[in-house]
């Protein structure tokens, strides 16, 4: 037992001969002394020079070190700079095995970074390159590593234990970095960088505070940022915390039209990297008046990962969002409009598969409800969303004066330039969308459309609108369509139907057109090719069957268009001057087939009192041109006025109508009396008059025959044989 007592008595000696002696030396040596030698070995071992103007200075309890106005420069050129440097770690708490910062203060930093032409950055070029033959010798040193790495790995996993790490504080000020790309012409500044923490210990939380200017050039942008913190993390540096996280970011410059704008964050936030789950908690980022709040828990970091909780934008105004951030502004129609607009969500859904669900979605005074969900094996969106009403034309840009006199000069501009591709292939074909989509009341167009239904699919380049139907103006359309991708030259297919649509308000809210009346029925099949507005035109084929039941054209008098004719056959006079602007119809159909940008029409047919509307024509899309060749069948009597009388002479006879030149320029003056083709009916009419006076001279010639057999007969056969002269005069004169 003597001897144990005595080698140990022996260790604690020579350990405090050992400190001992550090202290004499430390006391006794002056490292100032050494400067041009240490000096001299950065330059021999580096590219760098070292200049040490200030004092070196060191302590033994606590164990420090302290440099002062140290520079390093690189081909005579500033890389680094250093105005003081202090490092203080506790002497008692390495003899007791768990090592204690006891001061780190680092003030005035100021760092050069660049990168040249060749995409070289200046700090690559501070170790000298390696002699060949070191080269050879660093390949094995790190081969041999690499050897040793697994075993110490091995060791830390089986007998690590937790780091005991403390720092009493830190100080960082006055720093400083500089950047510069002379490829692009960036530069960057990091300035008045500043940090403060203290009572640093893992298992404990301790406060941080961060503060600093960043300038940019390219864009011109300025951003100064404090951030305040409590900051904490365990023994094992497994697990996280943040609590208590105020941020705050002024930025001004070239992105924010010259204006100041705020950004702020704040909220708490903990990570899990053993069990893979992380906390966001009463976090909210604003920018502006735009603010987000949410709480979200996170589970799984890998490609399956499981989210719960919600997401919210509150109420803003998007027009004074602009306005704040220094961008230009949204001219609307209406100036009261993207004054109002928010967003909620609950976010859920199992491992790989987050989803949405209470979404709530307010533009204004409309609400739109929903869900949705994104598979993350696959990209798959499902998405259901339904809302109740929606005025667009509220949010069109508003019409400036003249905008109908000069409207075709941007059109003709537009039409010069290059034409783009309608739809992103490559993307579409990646799509994979199951989406619903309802709404109660939509005016778009000045057009009313009621419970608008939309379903659509795509996948692996086929996009389908299963379903595209609602209410129109007292009837109701279906439509679907197709879009075959899978090929750079992509398919349509459109087919629709629209039934008792009344055109009259319809086309007075569309268009301010009111030259047609009725309820419409329309069938629509076409198909067409390719990934421009014009070439799909081009490529266009199909029909287009129509039917309007009781209806009127309006702004045309198509009776006194047959009455003008009428009066001349029978050398006549109107004598009526009113005749309205209406023509009434019982009903009106025909077949467009389309070819191309050209609807041809062979079968018009409408029934009108005493009229039949007969007629073919067609309609020109891409030059907005209408030429159609009109007949009037006179099939009974048409109108009161005398001149206007249906003789036999006119009846079934066709009075011609033309309507030629540019429906986009209206309609009141496209239909007109067709007086070159008047004489074709003119001939009808004469040929009809031969006719019938050949009729009436053969008839008379018939009677007279018929007379003189009667007489002859009479007078072989007597009076009594009356009725058998009648019976052979029937057989004579079929």
Not at 171 to 183: F, K, M
Not at 213 to 233: C, F, K, N, Y
Not at 339 to 344: E, G, L, M
């Amino acid at each position: 037992m003597k001897a144990i007592r005595y080698a140990l008595i022996a260790i604690v000696a020579l350990v405090v001969l050992a400190i001992a002696a550090i202290a004499i030396a430390m006391v006794v040596i002056d490292p100032n002394d050494y400067k041009p030698q240490i000096e001299k070995v950065v330059e021999e071992k580096t590219n760098l020079d070292l200049i040490l103007e200030g004092d070196i200075g060191w302590s033994f309890i606590p164990i420090g070190l302290e440099l002062n106005d140290v520079e390093a420069t690189l081909d005579g050129e500033r890389l680094v700079a250093l105005k003081q440097l202090v490092a203080q770690i506790d002497f008692w708490s390495l003899i007791a095995m768990s090592p204690k910062v006891d001061t780190f203060v680092l003030d005035g930093l100021d760092a050069h970074l660049s990168i040249n032409e060749q995409g070289e950055g200046n700090w690559t070029r501070i170790m000298p390159e390696p002699a060949e033959g070191d080269v050879k010798k660093d390949k094995k040193d790190v081969a041999s590593s690499s050897e040793k790495t697994p075993t110490a790995e091995t060791e830390s996993e089986q007998g690590g234990e937790a780091l005991n790490f403390n720092v009493e504080n830190v100080q960082i000020s006055n720093a400083q970095v500089h950047y510069s790309d002379l490829r692009t012409g960036q530069k960057v500044t990091l300035e008045d960088f500043t940090v403060n923490a203290s009572n640093i210990t893992l298992g404990s939380e301790f406060p941080l505070d961060i503060g600093f200017r960043v300038e940019t050039t390219q864009p011109q942008l300025a951003v100064d940022g404090s951030i305040e913190v409590r900051l904490a993390a365990n023994e094992a540096l497994n697990e996280f915390a943040v609590s208590g996280l105020e941020a705050v970011f002024k930025m001004n410059g070239e992105p924010f039209g010259g204006k100041s704008v705020t950004a702020k964050i704040s909220g708490s936030a903990k990570a899990n990297l053993e069990n893979e789950s992380a906390t966001l908690s009463d976090f909210t980022a604003s920018l502006a008046n735009l603010t987000l709040n949410t709480n979200l828990d996170v589970k799984g970091f890998g490609d399956k990962p499981t989210l719960k909780g919600n997401v919210a934008i509150s109420e803003f105004s998007l027009k004074e969002l602009l306005e704040n951030l220094g961008q230009p502004a949204i001219q609307t129609t209406d100036e009261e409009v993207l004054k109002a607009i928010a967003f909620s969500t609950n976010i859920g859904g199992p491992a790989g598969k987050p989803a949405l669900s209470d979404l709530l979605i307010t533009l204004d005074d409309t609400t739109f409800k929903g869900s949705g969900s994104y598979n993350l094996d696959n990209g798959g969106i499902v998405f259901d969303l339904q809302g109740d009403k929606l005025n667009a034309d509220r949010y069109l840009a508003p019409k400036a004066e003249g905008t109908e006199t000069e409207s075709n000069a941007p059109t003709k501009t537009a039409s010069a330039a290059p034409e783009g591709d309608l739809l992103p292939l490559e993307t579409l074909r990646g799509l994979l969308l199951d989406i619903d989509f309802g709404l109660g009341e939509l005016i778009v167009s000045n057009l009313t459309i009621n419970e608008i239904k939309a379903s659509t699919t795509a996948s692996k380049g086929l996009l389908k609108v299963d379903e595209f139907s609602g209410k129109l103006y007292e009837g109701s359309f279906g439509a679907n369509v197709t879009i075959d991708a899978r090929s750079d030259t992509p398919k349509w297919s459109i087919n629709s139907d629209v039934s008792n649509v009344q055109t009259l308000p319809m086309l007075a809210d569309v268009a301010e057109v009111t030259m047609l009346s009725g309820g419409a029925n329309l069938k629509i099949n076409a198909t067409t090719s390719g990934n421009r507005i014009s070439v799909l035109r081009d490529k266009a084929d199909g029909q287009i069957s129509f039917d309007l039941a009781k209806g009127e054209f309006r702004k045309m008098n198509l009776t006194r268009m047959a009455c003008q004719g009428i009066a001349l056959v029978n050398q006549d006079k109107l004598t009526t001057d009113n005749w309205g602007d209406t023509t009434p119809f019982d009903d009106m159909h025909g077949v467009l087939d389309i070819n191309g940008n050209t609807l041809d029409n062979t079968d018009l047919t409408a029934l009108m009192a005493g009229m039949k509307l007969e007629g073919n024509g067609t309609v020109d899309l891409k030059k907005t041109l209408v030429d159609y060749e009109l007949g009037l069948r006179i099939v009974g009597d048409i109108h009161r006025d005398n001149a206007c009388r249906v003789t036999e002479y006119v009846e079934d006879v066709v009075i011609p109508v033309e309507c030629r030149g540019d429906f986009s320029a209206g309609a009141a003056s496209l239909c007109s009396f067709d007086g070159s083709r008047f004489r074709d009916t003119l001939k009808t009419i004469a040929s009809n008059a031969a006719k019938k006076k050949a009729k009436e001279e053969v008839d008379k010639a018939k009677g007279k025959a018929e007379e003189k057999v009667r007489e002859k007969l009479e007078e072989k056969l007597g009076k009594d044989g009356g009725d058998k002269v009648k019976d052979a005069l029937k057989g004579l004169f079929k």
